[in-house]
């Protein structure tokens, strides 16, 4: 790593709190997240005190309503909290960003009752979330997902494995996702389920090629018998309910792919000013400078977009094209600004002295989750034609 301090980015904020709340962020990322994330990383360490950290700061919930211990602030902020965060540390702010999914259809869809009883500890009560919708036959395809929940009086019984879960064995509660009717989307529904819960059991986490602090594990459910006040939305309304959190989750992702960019642009700069070769720094010469230029470019072009998108959802316009278009822009970006910075320190970046290996690592994987960049182009692609013919 670098001795310089990363770039203070020059944002474009709405209010003064909104600038403050931002200079909070990067206070705690520069002193709590970032000195510890090489370290946690190599061993795999999940970093819970960070969230509880962030749950004490109110950073937890910062798009909901006050009323249930929420932030109240748009998306066009919230996105930028999750920005320094994912520069300071990718599994911190991506894993901030899944939990604010796994409370959106609650706090999107729950009645009053449900959003008294539970928001609050989910918001900012110490609680974290993980969103329970891949399996391991229903990926891309979440239409044919199996997890079923069959009615049992005032309860509801859940049988099925879910896959890739964010957060898997280590989350407090669970947004789920399960089949209550017929085949297809519309026989779908959505519950709450508590991480404690009889029958609920975690596998081994993934073994990855980054993000090794955040587990991903399968999650297996042998009879969950849950009460019907726990079922978010009405029956078979579960993948309305998941294809509005996956459009809020796409400019999430977005906005840690810029986080991780940036991280890598810094270290790039930096080293490129430091470094020298001839008698010059590395700095000055034409073919490191364009690299760092096109870097520099992409950041701000990823940027523009997840924030044009995000003032979408914000002024209460339809957002879903946008969404997944700032999720590929931003994710592709990522995946290629970090590999230059690999390149830019030439074989210290193959080394883990410096992170930019560790974040050329940890990009790849925004270009699978939420929704695969293939899947965004057919999301935007349905957006321009139409569905499919065939």
């Known amino acids: 790593m670098t001795d310089r301090a990363p770039q203070t980015v020059d944002r474009q904020l709405p209010t003064e709190e909104s600038r403050d709340l931002l200079a909070l962020v990067r206070e705690i990322a520069q002193r709590e997240i970032r000195p510890k994330a090489a370290e946690e990383e190599d061993s795999g360490r999940f ?52 939990h604010s999914l796994a409370c959106h259809g609650l706090a999107g869809y729950g009645t009053k009752e449900q959003q008294s009883a539970h928001l609050p500890g989910m918001l900012g009560g110490g609680l974290l979330g993980a969103y329970c919708l891949s399996e391991p036959a229903a990926g891309s395809d979440a239409a044919s997902l199996t997890t079923k929940a069959v ?26 996702l399960a089949r209550t009717g017929a085949a297809g989307p519309k026989g779908i529904t959505a519950f709450l389920v508590p991480g404690d819960v009889e029958g609920l ?37 579960g993948f309305t309910i998941a294809l509005a959190a996956l459009d809020a989750g796409r400019l999430g992702i977005a906005a840690c792919a810029i986080g991780v960019a940036q991280a890598a642009l810094d270290e790039a700069l930096a080293y490129a000013l430091d470094r020298k070769q001839f008698g010059h720094p590395i700095a000055d010469f034409q073919g490191l400078r364009f690299m760092l230029a096109d870097m520099a470019t992409k950041i701000e072009a990823g940027r523009a977009l997840y924030l044009a998108a995000a003032r979408l959802r914000d002024a209460g316009k339809p957002f879903s094209r946008q969404a997944a278009m700032a999720k590929l822009f931003c994710t592709d ?28 690592r940890e990009a790849k994987v925004l270009q699978i989750v939420e929704g695969t960049n293939q899947i965004q182009r057919m999301v935007i692609a349905r957006h321009l034609a139409g569905p499919e013919t065939r």
Do not use: C, N
Not at 153 to 160: A, P, S
Not at 344 to 355: E, I, K, M, Q
């Open 47 to 98: 970093p819970r005190e960070a969230f509880t950290l962030l749950s004490e700061a109110g950073l937890l919930g910062l798009p909901y309503p006050g009323e249930f211990g929420g932030g109240e602030q748009p998306y066009e902020v919230y996105l930028q909290v999750l920005e320094e965060l994912a520069a300071a540390r990718l599994t911190v702010g991506l894993g901030v960003s899944v």
């Open 151 to 176: 009615r049992d009086g005032d309860d509801w019984i859940i049988t099925g494995t879910k896959a890739w879960i964010t957060h898997g064995g280590v989350a407090d509660f669970y947004t789920v």
């Open 201 to 237: 059991t975690s596998a081994v986490p993934e073994k990855k090629m980054g993000m090794k602090g955040s587990p991903t594990a399968q999650l297996h459910f042998d009879g969950v018998r849950i009460p019907d006040a726990r079922r978010i939305g009405e029956e078979g309304q």
């Open 333 to 360: 970006a990522a995946m290629s600004v970090t590999t230059d910075a690999v390149q830019v320190l030439g074989g210290y970046g193959y080394t883990a002295d410096f992170p930019v290996e560790r974040l050329m």
